[in-house]
């Protein structure tokens, strides 16, 4: 399984970007996806995730309203678009895979696969 995260960059505070996961190895549609964040000095934190369908969705309480997680079975990718972004987004983006389970959906231990990560960084 090979997931290959793109999109991240520098931007003001306000301003958005849209961060992409291109996904190898796996049958994509099967998978669970989710999108993890860790910032300088903290633990690896939930940010949102999309069942294989799409039709579900479920996103962390701190970016409810800003951020939007999607995902293209066709292209096997999946998507975070991320609006109206602050100083405390900041931090390295990891796309994870994981097959449907009834373990908890925002919880990094149950994800198996897992993104190189890419930065984002928003100014203040």
């Known amino acids: 399984v090979q997931l290959v995260e793109s999109g991240g960059g520098l931007v003001q505070t306000g301003g958005s970007l849209r961060l992409s996961c291109a996904a190898s190895g796996l049958t994509f549609d099967s998978y669970n996806m989710a999108w993890f964040r860790q910032a300088p000095g903290k633990e690896r934190e939930f940010v949102a995730t999309?069942?294989?369908?799409?039709?579900?969705?479920y996103n962390a309480d701190s970016v409810k309203g800003r951020f939007t997680i999607s995902r293209d079975n066709a292209k096997n990718t999946v998507y975070l678009q991320m609006n109206s972004l602050k100083p405390e987004d900041t931090a390295v983006y990891y796309c994870?895979?994981?097959?449907?389970?009834?373990?908890?959906?925002?919880?990094?231990?149950?994800?198996?696969?897992w993104g190189q990560g890419t930065q984002v960084t928003v100014s203040s």
């Open positions: 994870a895979a994981r097959l449907p389970s009834t373990d908890p959906p925002d919880q990094a231990w149950t994800f198996g696969s």
């Open positions: 999309i069942g294989w369908s799409g039709r579900t969705t």
